[in-house]
C-alpha cells in the first residue's frame, strides 16, 4: 500500500477540486491518503477524515514553510505530491534533507496571469511577461529540475516548460485532470440558457464575453447568460450587465461549490480567456454533455477536439470572433449530438478512476528508488 501526501497552500480553485477527487479515489481503492492544507471550499466531505489542516499563505514565510516539511515528514509518506505553485516551493527543501526521503512531485496547474498565448506558444516577437513573472517562472524552472518530476495536465504545457524553462523531458510527464463522473444532461432544445465560471478576473475574458453578447445580432430575444464566481472585474462586468440588450439577462451568482449542478441546468459552457491550461471547468461542462464554446489557447482545443463534431473556437481577446461563434453556437442545430460525443470524451480522459491509475503508475515507477529503506 502506498503512502500518498497532497500539499495545498490554498482552499479554492481547479488544483484544490483536483487533489480532492484525486485523494478520494485513491482512498477508495485502498491506499493511505492525506492532504495537507487549508479546508476546501469544495467537496472537503470526499476526503473524511484524511485532511490536516496546514497554513502556508506567503512564499516568503519561511518558518510555515519550515513546519510544513516536518509535518509531512513525520507521516512517512512514499510520495509527497504538491499542487500548486508555492506548494511546490515548500517541498523542494525536502530534497535536501538528512536522511531517506519520498519522491517528489509537482502539478504544473498554470502560468501566472500576465503570460499571454503567443509568448506561451513561442511566437517571434511576442511581447512577454513582466520582470517579475520571469522571476517566477525561473523559480518554477529550478523547482522542476529539483523535484523527481513535474505532471503537466495539457501536453501544451510541458512543450512551453521545455522550450522557455529548459526543464528536462525526462522530468515531466502527462496526465489529464480529473472530474467528478455526472450523467450527461445534452440540452433538450437550442443553446438559449449560457453559464461561465470562473474567477472575475482579466484572464478569465468576462468582460470580453459581455462585449460579444452586446454585438447587435448575436443575443437571440429568449436567451440568457449566468455569471458564476467572483473577484476584482465583478463591478465593472455587473455595470455593463445593466446596459441593454444585457439588461435583465445576465446573473451573477458569486462564488458557488456546486458548479456540477448549476452547469447541468443550463445549455452551454462559454470560457473566453486568453490563458488556460485544461480548465476543470470546461472538463466538468463536457462530462454533463454540455456545448462548450472557448478560447483556442493552451489545451483547451486538444479538450474539445471530437471527431464528428462542430468546434466552437474563438482566437483569444477577438471580440468578434468571440460573437460570431456565439452567433454560431445559438444557431446549431443539433446542440444534444455535440453534448453527448463531448461526455463521452470526458469519460474517456477526466474519469477520476482514470486519472488516480496514471498517478499510481507514476508513483510506482518512482517510489523503489526513493522510498526509505526502513519503511514499513
Same mark, same amino acid.
Given at each position: 500500500?502506498?503512502?500518498i501526501v497532497y500539499l495545498l497552500t490554498q482552499d479554492r480553485g481547479g488544483p484544490v477540486d483536483v487533489t480532492v477527487r484525486l485523494a478520494a479515489t485513491l482512498a477508495a481503492d485502498g491506499h493511505d491518503v492525506r492532504v495537507f ?12 477524515? &484524511? ?15 519550515? &513546519? ?7 507521516? +512517512? ?17 525536502? &530534497?535536501?534533507? +538528512? ?18 498565448? /503567443?509568448?506561451?506558444?513561442?511566437? &517571434? ?17 529550478? =523547482?522542476?529540475? =529539483?523535484? !523527481?518530476?513535474? =505532471? ?10 521545455? +522550450? ?11 496526465? !489529464? ?8 444532461? /445534452? ?33 437571440? %430575444?429568449? %436567451? ?5 464566481? !467572483? ?9 455593463? #450587465? +445593466?446596459?441593454?440588450?444585457? #439588461?435583465?439577462?445576465?446573473?451573477f451568482l458569486g462564488f458557488r461549490p456546486d458548479v456540477p449542478d448549476l452547469l447541468a441546468s443550463a445549455d452551454a459552457l462559454v470560457l473566453p480567456s486568453t490563458m488556460e491550461q485544461q480548465p476543470l471547468v470546461v472538463a466538468e ?10 478560447? #483556442? ?12 463534431? /462542430? ?9 468578434? %470572433?468571440?460573437? !460570431? ?29 482514470a486519472c488516480a491509475r496514471r498517478h499510481l503508475d507514476l508513483y510506482d515507477e518512482l517510489t523503489p528508488s526513493c522510498r526509505p529503506a526502513n519503511h514499513p
Amino acid at each position: 500500500m502506498t503512502r500518498i501526501v497532497y500539499l495545498l497552500t490554498q482552499d479554492r480553485g481547479g488544483p484544490v477540486d483536483v487533489t480532492v477527487r484525486l485523494a478520494a479515489t485513491l482512498a477508495a481503492d485502498g491506499h493511505d491518503v492525506r492532504v495537507f492544507g487549508p479546508v476546501p471550499a469544495r467537496d472537503a466531505s470526499l476526503l473524511d477524515g &484524511r485532511h490536516e489542516e496546514l497554513a502556508v499563505s506567503d512564499k516568503e514565510d519561511l518558518a510555515a514553510a519550515g &513546519r510544513a516539511r516536518a509535518a509531512l515528514r513525520a507521516w +512517512r509518506p512514499d510520495v509527497v505530491h504538491a499542487q500548486d505553485r508555492r506548494a511546490g516551493l515548500v517541498i523542494a527543501g525536502l &530534497r535536501f534533507a +538528512r536522511g531517506p526521503r519520498p519522491a517528489l512531485v509537482q502539478t504544473y496547474h498554470g502560468v501566472p496571469d500576465d503570460v499571454a498565448e /503567443p509568448w506561451f506558444q513561442g511566437e &517571434r516577437g511576442a511581447a512577454g511577461p513582466s520582470a517579475y513573472t520571469r522571476t517566477v517562472l525561473a523559480a518554477d524552472a529550478v =523547482v522542476a529540475r =529539483v523535484l !523527481d518530476r513535474t =505532471v503537466v495536465p495539457a501536453s501544451a504545457m510541458g512543450t512551453f516548460l521545455r +522550450r522557455r524553462l529548459r526543464v528536462p523531458a525526462g522530468r515531466l510527464v502527462h496526465v !489529464d485532470n480529473c472530474v467528478s463522473p455526472a450523467s450527461p444532461s /445534452p440540452p433538450r432544445g437550442p443553446v438559449r440558457h449560457l453559464v461561465f465560471a470562473g474567477l472575475l478576473v482579466e484572464r478569465k475574458g468576462v468582460l470580453n464575453l459581455l462585449a460579444a453578447l452586446s454585438v447587435p445580432g448575436v443575443l437571440p %430575444a429568449d %436567451a440568457r447568460l449566468t455569471v458564476v464566481g !467572483d473577484g476584482p472585474e465583478r463591478a465593472e462586468a455587473e455595470r455593463v #450587465a +445593466r446596459q441593454p440588450p444585457l #439588461a435583465g439577462r445576465v446573473a451573477f451568482l458569486g462564488f458557488r461549490p456546486d458548479v456540477p449542478d448549476l452547469l447541468a441546468s443550463a445549455d452551454a459552457l462559454v470560457l473566453p480567456s486568453t490563458m488556460e491550461q485544461q480548465p476543470l471547468v470546461v472538463a466538468e461542462a463536457m462530462a454533463a454533455g454540455k456545448p462548450v464554446l472557448a478560447t #483556442a489557447t493552451g489545451g483547451v482545443p486538444a479538450m474539445l477536439d471530437v471527431p464528428g463534431g /462542430p468546434v466552437f473556437l474563438a482566437p483569444p481577446g477577438d471580440v468578434p %470572433a468571440l460573437a !460570431d461563434r456565439l452567433r454560431a453556437l445559438f444557431a446549431e442545430p443539433d446542440p444534444a449530438r455535440l453534448g453527448r460525443l463531448l461526455a463521452e470524451r470526458a469519460r474517456a480522459r477526466y474519469h477520476p478512476e482514470a486519472c488516480a491509475r496514471r498517478h499510481l503508475d507514476l508513483y510506482d515507477e518512482l517510489t523503489p528508488s526513493c522510498r526509505p529503506a526502513n519503511h514499513p
